[in-house]
């Protein structure tokens, strides 16, 4: 299975963009970049994944290196609200059902400050 | 959007008692389900596959008769903690993966066994 580093926490001011880097040099080409997020004591909440282009939603924007070995997760205007653990995952390629099991890294805590 | 539905959302039992924990996907059929399980300040840590109609995988060391899993229709898994003892009190979590990519996590069981 692939892994992926990312930073243990980061700050970032209310307002401001966050960007939220990980690595995933071991990636195979088949395999999804997913970006999750934990709020404390609740299960994980989905933002956004991407196989080689760029991402956006409502939620968040993902930005792909064309190399795949690394990807940014980057929250155009952080709110307190935005306060969690935030895990980068790379799905281990399934079978035809396309529900490959997700492993869930350390992640980073973001903290957003006023 | 998907909804997963966990309950109970928390529980306190008795040592050497058995607890079981639904999952239940409520607007789609998910074909594959997953358990996992997450001590304090740790991050989650997969438990097993449950596939519906057939037996769970469970990852390593994962004990299976402890852990029993049953996924008897497209939309309900249930994990059963057998004999619980306080080293099992921990924060479990069930997913369902779908065809299209994603995953969706239901809100966590708190469970205590004292």
């Known amino acids: 299975d692939a892994k992926t580093t990312q930073p243990p926490s980061m700050d970032c001011a209310e307002g401001r963009a966050a960007n939220l880097p990980c690595n995933h040099s071991?990636?195979?080409?088949?395999?999804?970049v997913y970006w999750y997020r934990q709020i404390h004591s609740q299960g994980p909440q989905y933002i956004i994944h991407g196989l080689k282009n760029n991402e956006t939603n409502e939620m968040a924007s993902l930005i792909i290196t064309e190399d795949r070995k690394s990807s940014t997760l980057i929250l155009p205007h952080a709110t307190l609200r935005d306060t969690a653990v935030y895990y980068c995952i790379v799905r281990v390629a399934g079978g035809s059902s396309n529900t490959g099991k997700l492993i869930f890294g350390q992640g980073t805590t973001l903290q957003v400050k006023p | 959007g998907a909804v997963v539905s966990q309950h109970p959302s928390w529980v306190i039992c008795k040592s050497g008692t058995s607890v079981k924990i639904e999952c239940r996907s409520l607007d789609f059929q998910a074909t594959t389900m997953f358990w996992y399980r997450q001590f304090p300040k740790q991050s989650l840590m997969l438990m097993a596959t449950s596939n519906e109609g057939s037996k769970a995988t469970y990852e390593q060391g994962v004990e299976k008769d402890k852990f029993l899993i049953n996924h008897a229709s497209l939309t309900l898994s249930t994990l059963t903690v057998t004999s619980a003892h306080p080293e099992d009190s921990s924060f479990y979590i069930c997913?369902?993966?779908?065809?299209?990519?994603?995953?969706?996590f239901g809100s966590g069981t708190r469970l205590t066994v004292v």
């Open positions: 997913s369902a993966g779908r065809t299209g990519g994603d995953y969706t």
């Open positions: 071991t990636i195979s080409g088949n395999e999804y």
